[in-house]
């Protein structure tokens, strides 16, 4: 069941409580009355009101008094003042003081409902924006971007001292690192945070396209631009612009994205009206500008404009050790998203995550731990489910193995190549044997040239049994 909104009338003359009380109990509200301002004040203090209807002028007590009161014990709570027409300077000052919204009597009962109506919408919208704002700066705070690394902890560094900051930022790195959590992470710590982020895919669209995407365009500008579209320079104006893979326009769009960044200016497509933005840029890519610049495949002049404060993202395997707790992070919300209870991974899962390549970034760490928690049936994530994602077996046959650093990772991948690859060959090894002498296993010992007392230990190891025909 719904609760119903609920409404505080203070007000010494019963005919205006009565009247507002029936008219706001009609249309639906939980309204409560108070003939003087001592009685309304012990209610607020008692109890909790969407909204407060009060008279400025009343015989205990001042209605300023009150509203300060009110606000001091709930900010949120909404007040209209209600006010005569020789008091309308005392209700002015109420809206400096926090009041909503004042209405002068007599007012009839349209303007009462509009009245109310317009505040309690005004305070859900309000309070939407609050929470909204609450969950993206918890998903991109900086507590909730993983990492201890060194070389991390100099991003989130370089992060916060440009952050509040409306400088042009270029995050430079691997497809996968999280550079648009990071530009977002920009974003929500800047003084822009209450206003627009918007983010744009620079391979998405096509030349013509991205022209009006980024700047708009006028009714009748192409066919099939039927009426005029704002830009996305337009609606990010005040806001945080962010151009993933800036690299990929082509060199007339980057002399227009040129313009913008030294004037503020542009105009849509059509048009020859100059308009101004004054959108943040935060562009990114995962391309070597600067050799793109030197190749003749990127405009030098935007290069120096968008380079005023690099990051440079680092890859997942140059942050190793942050591997285990990115890992343990994703388990933990796939496994709330499935509703499964995985308590962690074996030790040698853990190890080759680790050692791992992972050419794809956090990305790739992310979709793989999201396959093994659909995968697994258990209370733990083991190496074969592990071996059996898509990724880890085109690793498995690619020459792209990382070449371990110390001798703990040296020694770390002997084993997971010893235990996922010769094993393996061991294994078809016996079976082809014991497959030529029809399973018996004097006979395959001798095939391969070895002791029956070693091959049958051998057998042992894999737990393999062979019953076709055997005579042993």
């Known amino acids: 069941m719904i609760a119903l909104q609920k409404i505080l009338i203070i007000d010494d003359e019963v005919s205006i409580c009565n009247g507002c009380k029936m008219i706001l109990s009609e249309n639906g509200y939980d309204v409560d009355i108070s003939?003087?301002?001592?009685?309304?004040?012990?209610?607020?203090?008692?109890?909790?009101?969407?909204?407060?209807?009060?008279?400025?002028?009343?015989?205990?007590?001042?209605?300023?008094?009150?509203?300060?009161?009110?606000?001091?014990?709930?900010?949120?709570?909404?007040?209209?003042?209600?006010?005569?027409?020789?008091?309308?300077?005392?209700?002015?000052d109420a809206m400096k003081n926090g009041a909503f919204d004042f209405i002068t009597k007599p007012f009839n009962e349209k303007e009462l409902s509009k009245s109310v109506l317009k505040a309690l919408e005004n305070k859900k919208l309000v309070q939407e924006n609050i929470a909204l704002k609450k969950q993206l700066y918890d998903k991109f705070s900086f507590d909730n971007i993983i990492g201890e690394d060194p070389l991390i902890v100099e991003v989130f560094n370089k992060i916060k001292r440009v952050a509040p900051l409306d400088s042009t930022v270029l995050l430079e790195g691997e497809s996968g690192t999280g550079k648009e959590l990071f530009a977002n992470a920009i974003h929500v710590n800047s003084k822009r945070s209450a206003n627009r982020f918007l983010a744009v895919d620079c391979n998405t669209f096509s030349s013509s396209l991205m022209e009006s995407e980024l700047f708009g365009h006028v009714k009748g500008a192409f066919t099939g631009?039927?009426?005029?579209m704002p830009g996305i320079f337009e609606i990010a104006s005040n806001g945080t612009l962010f151009l993933d893979e800036v690299s990929n326009l082509d060199f007339d769009i980057q002399g227009k994205l040129l313009r913008v960044l030294e004037t503020g200016e542009y105009k849509a497509v059509g048009s020859s009206q100059v308009k101004k933005t004054s959108a943040r840029i935060i562009v990114a890519t995962n391309m070597d500008i600067q050799e793109m610049v030197k190749e003749k495949k990127f405009r030098e002049d935007l290069f120096y404009r968008l380079n005023v404060f690099p990051i440079d993202i680092p890859p997942l395997r140059d942050r190793r050790n942050d591997i285990p707790t990115l890992a343990y992070h994703f388990l933990k919300r796939f496994c709330r998203k499935t509703g499964k209870k995985i308590s962690g991974?074996?030790?040698?899962?853990?190890?080759?995550?680790?050692?791992?390549?992972?050419?794809?970034?956090?990305?790739?760490?992310?979709?793989?731990?999201?396959?093994?928690?659909?995968?697994?049936?258990?209370?733990?994530l083991d190496q074969k489910f592990l071996y059996d994602t898509l990724e880890m077996r085109q690793e498995k046959n690619s020459n792209d193995i990382p070449v371990p650093e110390n001798l703990d990772e040296l020694k770390a991948a002997k084993k997971c190549f010893l235990e996922n690859y010769f094993n393996k060959i061991e294994v078809s090894f016996l079976q082809k044997a014991l497959s030529k002498a029809n399973g018996n296993i004097t006979k395959a010992a001798k095939i391969v040239g070895m002791q029956r007392s070693n091959f049958s230990t051998l057998m042992k190891k894999y737990d393999i049994t062979y019953s076709e025909n055997s005579t042993q």
Do not use: H
């Not at 300023?64 to 606000?71: E, M, R, S, W, Y």
């Not at 956090?362 to 999201?370: A, F, P, S």
């Open 35 to 92: 003939l003087s301002g001592r009685e309304g004040l012990e209610k607020i203090i008692n109890n909790s009101f969407d909204l407060v209807l009060l008279d400025i002028r009343l015989p205990d007590m001042n209605g300023i008094d009150i509203l300060k009161k009110i606000k001091i014990k709930n900010k949120d709570t909404c007040v209209i003042i209600m006010t005569g027409y020789g008091t309308i300077v005392n209700a002015v």
């Open 225 to 228: 631009a039927d009426k005029t």
């Open 345 to 380: 991974f074996s030790d040698d899962a853990l190890k080759t995550l680790v050692s791992y390549g992972w050419p794809g970034n956090i990305r790739q760490l992310k979709n793989v731990v999201e396959r093994l928690v659909i995968l697994s049936d258990g209370n733990q």
